[in-house]
Nanobody, 126 residues
Framework: QVQLVESGGGLVQAGASLRLSCTASGGTLSRYAMGWFRQAPGKEREFVAAMMRIGASTPYYADFVKGRFTTSRNNAKNTLYLQMNSLKPEDTAVYFC??????????????????WGQGTQVTVSS
């Protein structure tokens, strides 16, 4: 069973950048379709970005992060990244990475993911 640990969150001003990491243990990250989600206080967890299990297919993103966020994977380090640029106050949330063991193609449905990290807080001040 894979364990996921996110890191890299913090408090930044609007317009700044952060890079989140999601490091896996107990499993090979490239064998999973991977996703990033976020949850703001009082709101449901929402999809941010996802990429397929293997290969170099283009990840896909929620409309509200297109052009600002980029996800990538370093298989040698067994780590998934979320590069976040031009951050906005509305990006404030706890960010989670998740792994889907059943599908090759990524999904935006939170219920399709089997393993979750504990989350990392991102706070963007105006």
């Amino acid at each position: 069973q894979v364990q996921l640990v996110e890191s890299g969150g913090g408090l930044v001003q609007a317009g700044a950048s952060l890079r989140l990491s999601c490091t896996a243990s107990g499993g090979t990250l490239s064998r999973y379709a991977m996703g990033w989600f976020r949850q703001a206080p009082g709101k449901e967890r929402e999809f941010v970005a996802a990429m397929m299990r293997i290969g170099a297919s283009t990840p896909y993103y929620a409309d509200f992060v297109k052009g600002r966020f980029t996800t990538s994977r370093n298989n040698a380090k067994n780590t998934l990244y979320l590069q976040m640029n031009s951050l906005k106050p509305e990006d404030t949330a706890v960010y989670f990475c998740a792994a889907d063991q059943d599908r090759t193609l990524p999904t935006a449905d939170v219920h399709d993911y089997d393993y979750w990290g504990q989350g990392t807080q991102v706070t963007v001040s105006s």
